[in-house]
């Protein structure tokens, strides 16, 4: 995609993405006032709270409306100035090789196994592994298993990763980069089907939304499922046309890496656990093609470090991707 059209689709607004969350707060307000039935009955504090719950019912008709209108003006209005006029896009592998390139934090119990389950796979050429400063045996563990070893001292999910596809995409024998982790939680035969769709895009993002392809129980918690679907329709919403998004939290992608080593230079490794979303907001942002493919997911092995300790965690996380994509993610600069 050319630089002039790159930029043109920066300039549009997201009034998608701004009329879903108006229209969300709008409900958050409806559902809240109706609510105060309970504390205001049971407890009889009918002085204090009718006001307040008339107040919110009353005037979350306005953000309900607002979010509707500016949803229906992208959606009918902007939308064919929007999506891209340009064919199906098709680039043949020329060599079905890849690098893979793990992110690990304290992960001595998992990172032998993730290690030798990839260097099995025929068509991974070599397995990277940065440790984020570990504190236990898992750069030895890692070494053992035969990858090659790197330490990311800088604390931090998005310096680790940006660090893992920075080493990855050195190595000029590999197409493709796969991105993923040391924790088992993603397993090696997916490659096959990320590959599958890599002649279409520049990025394929491996969803962990399709029920069948994933364990009932992983970290991934109901709240947190559903969360990750809706910060993912919000990237959507903001980059219309463009792509289809279910999960943003994900961190298993495969990117080609000529598209890599340009938008490497775009990303910000200061963003934390909001990583992902970063790079998948940046990625679109820069006219870069971006596919999902359904890959299955499975119970970590050891204790999670990440956005979904728990549903607090998973709330903050969600909280502030939507903070980054609303501000371009300037808050870090």
């Known amino acids: 995609m050319s630089e002039k059209t790159r930029t043109k689709h920066r300039l549009h607004k997201p009034f998608l993405l701004y009329g879903v969350l108006i229209f969300s707060i709008g409900l958050v307000m409806y559902l809240a006032g109706i609510l105060l039935v309970f504390p205001r009955y049971l407890l009889g504090l009918h002085a204090t709270l009718d006001p307040l719950a008339h107040l919110l019912v009353w005037y979350s008709g306005a953000p309900i409306l607002a979010g509707i209108t500016l949803a229906l003006f992208d959606l009918l209005f902007m939308f064919q100035h929007k999506k891209p006029d340009l064919p199906v896009r098709y680039e043949p592998i020329k060599r079905r090789r890849v690098t893979v390139a793990l992110t690990a934090y304290n992960d001595e119990e998992s990172i032998a196994g993730a290690v030798e389950d990839f ?122 046309g463009l792509s289809t998004i279910t999960d943003v939290g994900t961190t298993y992608k495969l990117c080609r890496r000529t598209a890599l080593i340009d938008l490497l230079d775009k990303l910000n490794p200061a963003v934390n656990l909001e990583f992902n979303a970063h790079l998948l907001d940046t990625a679109l942002s820069e006219g870069l093609v ?26 903050q996380v969600g909280s502030r991707m939507i903070v980054g994509l609303l501000s371009d993610w300037k808050r870090y600069a």
């Open 119 to 240: 260097l099995l796979h025929p068509l991974v050429e070599r397995v990277i592994v940065v440790s984020n400063n570990s504190t236990d045996r898992t750069f030895g563990f890692a070494e053992a298993a035969g990858a090659i070893t790197f330490n990311e001292p800088s604390q931090g999910y998005g310096r680790c990763v940006h660090r893992c596809l920075s080493e990855a995409a050195k190595y000029t024998d590999t197409e493709f980069v796969v991105l993923c982790e040391g924790d088992s939680t993603f397993r090696a035969y997916d490659i096959e089907k990320l590959l599958a769709y890599a002649p279409h895009a520049d990025i394929v993002n491996g969803t962990r939304t399709v029920e069948p392809l994933r364990q009932y129980l992983t970290q991934l918690s109901t709240f947190i499922y559903y969360g990750n679907l809706f910060v993912g329709k919000l990237l959507e919403a903001k980059h219309l």
């Open 290 to 315: 971006l596919l999902e493919c359904p890959i299955t997911f499975h119970p970590r092995i050891g204790l999670s470090k990440g956005g979904n300790v728990n549903n607090w965690r998973g709330l």
